[in-house]
């Protein structure tokens, strides 16, 4: 049996957790939070890092910080995950969906603008399987219309965005805020668990107090006030430090991660390169504004019953593929609530994308064996 997913231990984590538990210091904010906090300031140069239970809770930080007021418009792809809209939602927001780009499953930048008016608050790209979403285009509109630009990294950790000067960005670093997961299914893991990236001035200290259920808790510790008391709405969005202890026990061997993710990527790729080419199957485009983190490895078909059919051909051999969103505009939730645009591109990754299996244990004989069955 070839599993879709397997979480990658380190090794380290019981250990880090142990000596967290040892320590009696177990709440959030310790010791291994801070440690978390500063791996990733120091390697990615973000501003201001707190980690929180889920990329979903990053989100909804975020939704506070802009200060979301019911009937503010935020625009985002279709193409999605539902925590990237329910997160605007809980705060009253309208959702303007966009299309995704023809050649890859991240929002059609130029379809941005036309949907922008007095009400629009932000825009929230997606850099759907770590691949960056243009940008330098993002930005400008932006800036153009004074809005604030939310990145769902979820996907995206250690993966850069080259823009139009050559200039290598990480990822989460370039909008007002970014959020990332460490849920199991990504790169690096917490089981559960996320990040809010803060690379605006304005937000670092009422991000600490939202994140701190709505105190100045964490200005308290530091000594810079002398008691602490309840001054701004917020939630108990910190992890717990034993969740803290396992991702840093991860954050160590993030760059062994990463090459045995980009060695399976490309074994993918060029294993199934000429067959997809003879048989209108599309693998990942990469733009030339993206470098590649290897989240995962999808292919594009004809026609959902040619994806479907290679779903069954691949279970049959014990082997696990699984297709990707449906369309959030198209949703239970909000179909009546989409303002009836078409959004093509999204509905056919919705039918056509398909995710093969894509974890570190994952073998080269175990992987020649998935791009076989697929040939066959
Ligand atoms: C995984 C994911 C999320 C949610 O992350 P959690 O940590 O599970 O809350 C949000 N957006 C995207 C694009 C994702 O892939």
């Given at each position: 049996m070839i599993p879709f997913n397997k979480p990658h231990l380190t090794g380290k984590e019981a250990h880090y957790i142990y000596d967290a538990v040892r320590s009696g210091k177990i709440?959030?904010?310790?010791?291994?939070?801070?440690?978390?906090?500063?791996?990733?300031?120091?390697?990615?140069?973000?501003?201001?890092?707190?980690?929180?239970?889920?990329?979903?809770?990053?989100?909804?930080m975020a939704s506070i910080l802009i200060d979301i007021q019911p009937g503010d418009e935020v625009i985002m792809p279709s193409y999605t995950f539902v925590s990237t809209a329910n997160a605007f939602?809980?705060?009253?927001?309208?959702?303007?969906?966009?299309?995704?780009?023809?050649?890859?499953?991240?929002?059609?930048?130029?379809?941005?603008?036309?949907?922008?008016?007095?009400?629009?608050?932000?825009?929230?790209?997606?850099?759907?399987?770590?691949?960056?979403?243009?940008?330098?285009?993002?930005?400008?509109?932006?800036?153009?219309?004074?809005?604030?630009?939310?990145?769902?990294?979820?996907?995206?950790?250690?993966?850069?965005?080259?823009?139009?000067?050559?200039?290598?960005?990480?990822?989460?670093?370039?909008?007002?805020l970014a959020a990332f997961s460490f849920h199991e299914t990504k790169n690096i893991i917490s089981g559960e668990g996320g990040m809010l990236v803060i690379n605006d001035e304005r937000f670092i200290e009422r991000a600490e107090i939202i994140w701190e259920k709505g105190t100045n808790r964490s200005a308290f510790f530091r000594g810079e006030v002398d008691k602490y008391g309840w001054v701004d709405v917020g939630s108990s969005f910190l992890p717990s430090d034993i969740i803290a202890a396992f991702l840093y026990a991860q954050l160590e061997e993030l760059s062994i991660i990463q090459n045995r993710r980009i060695e399976i990527w490309k074994i993918y790729y060029d294993g199934l390169k000429d067959w997809a080419t003879k048989n209108d199957v599309k693998l990942p485009s990469l733009p030339k504004f993206s470098t590649n983190n290897a989240h995962m490895f999808y292919m594009v078909f004809e026609s959902i019953d040619e994806r479907n059919k290679i779903i069954n051909k691949l279970k049959a051999k014990n082997i696990l593929s699984v297709f990707h969103y449906l369309s959030l505009h198209k949703s239970p939730f909000y179909k009546s609530k989409h303002d009836g645009r078409t959004l093509e591109n999204s509905d056919n990754y919705s039918d056509r994308l398909l995710r093969l299996p894509f974890y570190v244990e994952l073998t080269n004989p175990e992987i020649d064996t998935i791009i076989q069955v697929i040939k066959s």
């Open positions: 709440s959030g904010n310790g010791k291994y939070t801070k440690l978390c906090h500063e791996f990733f300031e120091d390697k990615y140069n973000y501003q201001k890092c707190l980690l929180t239970t889920s990329c979903t809770d990053a989100l909804e939602i809980l705060r009253g927001a309208v959702i303007k969906f966009v299309d995704s780009r023809k050649d890859h499953p991240g929002i059609d930048e130029s379809k941005i603008e036309e949907l922008i008016n007095d009400k629009t608050k932000a825009i929230i790209p997606v850099h759907y399987a770590g691949v960056a979403c243009d940008m330098d285009i993002i930005m400008d509109i932006a800036k153009k219309h004074n809005l604030f630009v939310i990145e769902d990294a979820a996907q995206a950790i250690d993966n850069y965005f080259i823009d139009k000067n050559g200039i290598k960005k990480p990822l989460g670093s370039i909008g007002h």
